[in-house]
């Protein structure tokens, strides 16, 4: 989880990135047939073939655009990741405001973010035991947050609204990985779920709890 005033990860190839043009709409195409795609059937079952022919070009023509079909993966990926950073903006900035308001706006806005791009968050979490790259990419995602997250906590004990406590890394990265799991179960509907109306509020509570030891801090 960041803020507006951390750069966004930088491109690496993995699409074409130039000026506006018919290009950049097939660009646009193949990722829109990947992600409607990846709603029908698992990442696996998808063919490169597929992808053209839902963007409306040929398989070679495919190829000027992404060098794989995990490329494509990757480049949805990165847009959501980027969107969520975006939907995120200067939340934590504010948080001495309101602390309960603040971070529950900023679970909130990961929640809709990831929500509406489930498809593609599914078939990542399901491919990275065996993609390198996209467990990279999420690793360097997940960690950018992690020190976002970190910071805050550091903020809130300097300003007294936070008591000491456990390392706010390690009280970070457990935050963050368990957000990131209990999405994925409510998700997928994988095993013992909570249910999507509820999981914000969940979420939130197990947050202000870990970090202040209440679920209202002052």
């Given at each position: ?6 750069p966004?990860?930088?491109r690496?190839?993995?699409g074409?990135r130039s000026?506006?043009s ?11 047939t990947a ?6 059937r698992?990442f696996g ?5 597929d ?9 070679p023509t ?7 079909k995990?490329a494509?993966?990757?480049?949805l ?7 969520a950073?975006r939907?995120?903006?200067d939340?934590l ?5 309101d602390?309960?308001a603040?971070?529950?706006?900023l679970i909130s ?13 599914l078939?990542?979490a399901?491919?990275?035991?065996t ?6 990419l999420?690793?360097?995602?997940l ?6 997250v970190?910071?805050a906590?550091e ?7 936070a008591?000491?406590?456990?390392p ?10 368990m957000n990131?799991r209990?999405?994925y179960?409510t998700?997928?509907?994988?095993g013992?779920?909570?249910a999507e109306?509820?999981?914000v509020?969940?979420?939130?509570d ?7 030891r ?5």
């Open positions: 989880m960041t803020t507006a005033r951390t966004a990860p930088t690496t190839g993995r074409r000026g506006r018919a290009g950049d709409d097939r660009e646009s195409a193949i990722l829109a992600e409607r795609l990846l709603g029908q698992a079952e998808i063919s490169i073939d992808l053209a022919r839902g963007a409306g070009i040929s398989r495919f190829y000027f655009y992404f060098p794989s995990d494509v993966l990757l480049t990926l990165d847009r959501v990741t980027e969107e950073d939907a995120a903006g939340v900035v504010h948080l001495a405001d602390p309960r603040r971070w529950r706006e806005r990961f929640h809709a973010t990831f929500g509406a791009h489930r498809d593609v968050v078939a990542c399901e491919v990275r035991g993609n390198a790259e996209v467990r990279r999420w690793a360097t995602v960690e950018r947050w992690v020190q976002a970190e910071a906590i903020a809130e004990r300097r300003r007294g609204a008591p000491p406590g456990l706010a890394r390690d009280l970070a990265i457990a935050l963050n990985s990131e209990v999405w179960a998700f997928a509907g994988d013992p779920a909570v109306r509820d999981v509020d969940v979420l939130l197990v947050w202000l709890t870990g970090i202040y209440t679920s209202t801090p002052a």
